[in-house]
């Protein structure tokens, strides 16, 4: 497994922009699938997006067209642009490494097997 910490979190009003990180140590992230959650208080958590390990990226139909994942594996860096934020994005939000290399998926939790300690964001009126 890989230890992961998130930043970049905050309070941000409706409509602007926030830019989460995820550094990772003690595994690479070359070849694994990287994925952002979130969980919203009294909700499970959800699915945001994730990217392979040949860079595809893939969104929840929530955030679609608004957030933007990336990674640099040279840094063992997993980013997450957030843009036209909205209130009910609430939430504290998770990085999450996959479980194997050259792994196929990520839209599912047990596709995952490193999570970090998630970080708060919270989007005020």
């Known amino acids: 497994q890989v230890q992961l910490v998130e930043s970049g979190g905050g309070l941000v009003q409706a409509g602007d922009s926030l830019r989460l990180s995820c550094a990772g140590s003690?595994?690479?992230?070359?070849?694994?699938?990287m994925g952002w959650f979130r969980q919203a208080p009294g909700k499970e958590r959800e699915f945001v997006a994730g990217?392979?390990?040949?860079?595809?990226?893939y969104y929840s139909d929530f955030v679609k067209g608004r957030f933007t994942i990336s990674r640099d594996n040279a840094k063992n860096m997993v980013y997450l642009q957030m843009n036209s934020l909205k209130p009910e994005e609430t939430a504290i939000y998770y990085c999450?490494?996959?479980?194997?290399?050259?792994?196929?998926?990520?839209?599912?939790?047990?596709?995952?097997?490193?999570w970090g300690q998630g970080i708060q964001v919270t989007v005020s009126l």
């Open positions: 003690g595994r690479s992230f070359s070849g694994y699938i």
């Open positions: 990217i392979s390990w040949s860079a595809s990226t």
């Open positions: 999450a490494a996959g479980r194997s290399r050259w792994q196929v998926g990520g839209r599912n939790e047990d596709d995952y097997d490193s």
